[in-house]
């Protein structure tokens, strides 16, 4: 299924767009936990509670938007999910109370949820088997573009003109579901499968767990609890960290921003990696890179370790998402593939309830910074396991 290298580069710049405006949201809330705490005298457990919400939100968009694109279309889908998390971050800068804005934090992580494993599905339909990994990498590195975008929205907005007018920015995406109807054409894969194949929500949500797939299934969810956990347990996290081990506010977004510039060369040496050593290598040798970082973040009492422990954090984890999400969709065929993987990114969001929650938890206790982070290395190394013992490598193998 050969496409055009301009075609090729449209597709990867539209889906990557609307990726990025999800990256963009994900990146201002962390900031935005931080303002809000000083605004509304939030407690760790409720700052914990508002990433949890936001990942509960993701864990049914993923699983309903994963069984619907199966049903209606990867492109319809996308659209459906860009609009949701926009029109529901513009809302949100009107709330006054936390409990609206959690309510919004639900809607938009259903949103966000269900964005990512149609988009990557999407993509990976609709490239060539011997560069489909380095492309839906790809299309993962526009994460980073939207992390710093919304990084820099944070550092330079927040401070001056109140969370709030950050959130109001985050709104403009909803307008790039009218790029998306006209110029982003759906998957050839799903409109021949749709044209020939018809059969229930319920069969495909079966068919995940049938002979053959069973092993990759069990593999996935693990591989994606234990990546969710530990990221949005850590990343969501990272500001207040900076916050607890001393620095002011503004110091910590500052640093923070320098950080997630380490992402994109994350991105690109994985997606460079991936279709000359495989999925398995680069999920394995990038998971335990995050697991070393980790370790030495938590335990770094001097700046210059600090923001050089942070910048690897972010290099091998997002650099590990990259593969994890080239490697999902080939796990499965057409018919099933955008159920499989919204299937296993909602168990994985499972574990993005959980680490935000732990956090705010431990650091109520009086636990320190060091011993939350080895949790999060030993989840990460579960996660290795499983690939390691439990993975089938798919490099360039043609999708059913």
Request: glycine share 10%.
């Amino acid at each position: 299924m050969e496409n055009t290298t301009v075609s090729k580069r449209k597709l990867l710049t539209i889906a990557g767009t609307g990726w990025m405006f999800d990256a963009m949201d994900v990146g201002i809330l962390s900031f935005i936990i931080v303002a809000l705490q000083k605004d509304w005298g939030l407690t760790p457990q409720q700052m914990g509670w508002i990433g949890s919400v936001n990942s509960i939100g993701m864990a049914v968009g993923a699983l309903v938007f994963g069984l619907l694109a199966d049903k209606i279309g990867r492109k319809n889908v996308f659209m459906i999910t860009i609009l949701l998390f926009s029109i529901g971050s513009g809302l949100s800068a009107f709330t006054t109370t936390l409990s609206l804005f959690l309510v919004l934090r639900f809607l938009i992580g259903m949103g966000l949820g269900g964005e990512l494993p149609v988009a990557s599905t999407l993509v990976s339909e609709s490239v060539a088997a011997h560069e489909r990994g380095r492309i839906v990498v790809l299309l993962e590195s526009f994460w980073a573009g939207g992390w710093l975008i919304g990084a820099l929205i944070s550092f330079f907005v927040i401070p001056s003109y109140g969370w709030e007018s950050a959130l109001l920015i985050s709104a403009i995406p909803a307008l790039y579901s009218l790029v998306l109807r006209f110029k982003l054409p759906d998957s050839p894969r799903f409109e021949k499968v749709k044209a020939v194949k018809k059969v229930s929500v319920l069969q495909n949500m079966r068919a995940v767990f049938a002979k053959g797939y069973t092993k990759r299934t069990v593999m996935l969810w693990i591989l994606w609890f234990c990546v969710v956990f530990s990221y949005y347990g850590m990343f969501l996290w990272l500001p207040s960290v900076m916050v607890m081990k001393g620095f002011s506010m503004i110091k910590s977004f500052e640093y923070v921003v320098i950080m997630t510039l380490a992402q994109l060369p994350g991105y690109f040496s994985a997606a460079w990696l991936i279709e000359r050593m495989g999925r398995k290598f680069v999920l394995v040798t990038y998971l335990l890179g995050t697991a070393l970082s980790a370790y030495f973040f938590g335990t770094a009492e001097s700046l210059t370790l600090l923001i050089v422990c942070g910048a690897l954090l972010s290099f091998f984890n997002l650099g590990a998402w990259g593969a994890l999400y080239a490697y999902t969709p080939e796990q499965y065929p057409t018919e099933i593939r955008s159920t499989g993987a919204g299937m296993a990114a909602s168990f994985g969001r499972i574990g993005g309830v959980l680490g935000p929650l732990l956090i705010g938890s431990l650091v109520t206790k009086g636990v320190a910074i060091p011993t939350i982070f080895m949790i999060f290395c030993i989840a990460i190394v579960v996660g290795v396991l499983s690939v390691i013992f439990l993975g089938e490598e798919t490099k360039q193998r043609q999708l059913a």
